[in-house]
């Protein structure tokens, strides 16, 4: 069992930055790939960003890819999501999800999510 907690979230100017942190509960958290995900109003969740156990594997979707940095650190329990140059189109609540497959940008693959934090870009 894994539970998640966002922190992070909060208002910010276009161009600025923010960073996210995921922190899990559980002894196994080094064994899960983790996943951040979206929600903006009115639209469907999406992917954003995935790490392998390890770290040595990670994935973006392509509309972060040079802005935003998915990290880990397994002594912490913690993963982040370093979000850089930031956009009004990010506006939304952020989600981090635990996976015992590897990582992945399928909702359907991840076995434990968090609550969310909320991500506002003003412009």
């Known amino acids: 069992q894994v539970q998640l907690v966002e922190s992070g979230g909060g208002l910010v100017q276009a161009g600025g930055s923010l960073r996210l942190s995921c922190a899990a509960s559980?002894?196994?958290?080094?064994?899960?790939?983790m996943g951040w995900f979206r929600q903006a109003p009115g639209k469907e969740r999406e992917f954003v960003a995935a790490?392998?156990?390890?770290?040595?594997?990670?994935y973006y979707v392509d509309s972060v890819k040079g802005r935003f940095t998915i990290s880990r650190d397994n002594a912490k329990k913690t993963v982040y999501l370093q979000m850089n140059s930031l956009k009004p189109e990010d506006t939304a609540v952020y989600v981090c999800?635990?996976?015992?497959?590897?990582?992945?940008?399928?909702?359907?693959?991840?076995?434990?999510w968090g609550q969310g934090t909320q991500v506002t870009v003003s412009s």
């Open positions: 999800a635990a996976t015992i497959r590897r990582p992945t940008g399928r909702e359907s693959e991840y076995n434990y």
């Open positions: 559980g002894r196994t958290f080094s064994t899960y790939a």
């Open positions: 790490i392998s156990w390890s770290g040595s594997s990670i």
